[in-house]
């Protein structure tokens, strides 16, 4: 299995972000002013998101970037009140990516702290996830008093959009869990290696 830190996800990242400038490119060419707004807005925080590079596993990089393109083309296209489960899908995913981010940048010093109370680690993660999604859903409810499109469209959709946040912040928590472990065999591989060093050079 890839380690979570394998080079070839940094590279899709940036692959991806060169995809969404070239979106932006077609979007101005095409006088699709709207979506060019959109998908410009994605783009800025995507990067912003890159220069946190050298913080974050790469894996964190790559996936938080195919966030940003299913976002972007649903705002930019208007794809989330179209037929089909687009919208879940994203917000399920959506706030699985960024979950697993701020996660692992708030906890990152801390792992070590919760490698026997890992059920306690999926929790609080799980729990800054879903706060997110639930002031998101806020955001929505107050967007529809300034925008001509209705993005609220009931009582049910927003309690599906939290049960589908809160789902992809679980996720996350486990998935944190998992880099704690990979964190915690590497530092062990690495101990062994220096010992190993040390009595070879005793010999």
């Avoid at 050298?54 to 794809?79: C, E, Q, R, V, Y």
């Avoid at 309690?159 to 065999?185: C, K, M, P, Q, W």
Wanted: net charge negative; hydrophobic share 55%.
């Amino acid at each position: 299995m890839l380690h979570t830190n394998w080079r070839g996800y940094r590279i899709a990242a940036w692959i991806m972000q060169g995809l969404l400038a070239v979106a932006v490119v077609v979007s101005l060419f095409r006088g699709q002013w709207l979506p060019a707004a959109a998908l410009t807005g994605f783009l800025v925080v995507s990067l912003a998101f890159m220069k946190l590079q050298h913080k974050l596993p790469t894996l964190f990089d790559m996936l938080f970037m195919i966030a940003a393109l299913i976002n972007a083309g649903g705002w930019a296209w208007d794809l989330f009140n179209k037929p089909g489960l687009y919208d879940e899908v994203t917000h399920f995913y959506t706030l699985f990516a960024v979950t697993l981010a701020l996660g692992f940048l708030l906890f990152d010093r801390m792992f070590p702290s919760f490698y026997d109370h890992r059920v306690l680690l999926v929790v609080i993660i799980g729990c800054l996830g879903i706060s997110i999604g639930a002031w998101w859903e806020v955001v929505e409810w107050a967007a529809d008093f300034f925008v001509e499109k209705q993005i609220v469209s009931g009582l049910n959709d927003s309690i599906t959009d939290i049960i589908l946040d809160s789902g992809g912040a679980l996720l996350a928590g486990f998935a944190n869990v998992y880099v704690l472990h990979e964190r915690s065999r590497d530092e062990l591989e690495a101990e062994g290696q220096q010992a190993d060093g040390v009595l070879a050079e005793a010999v």
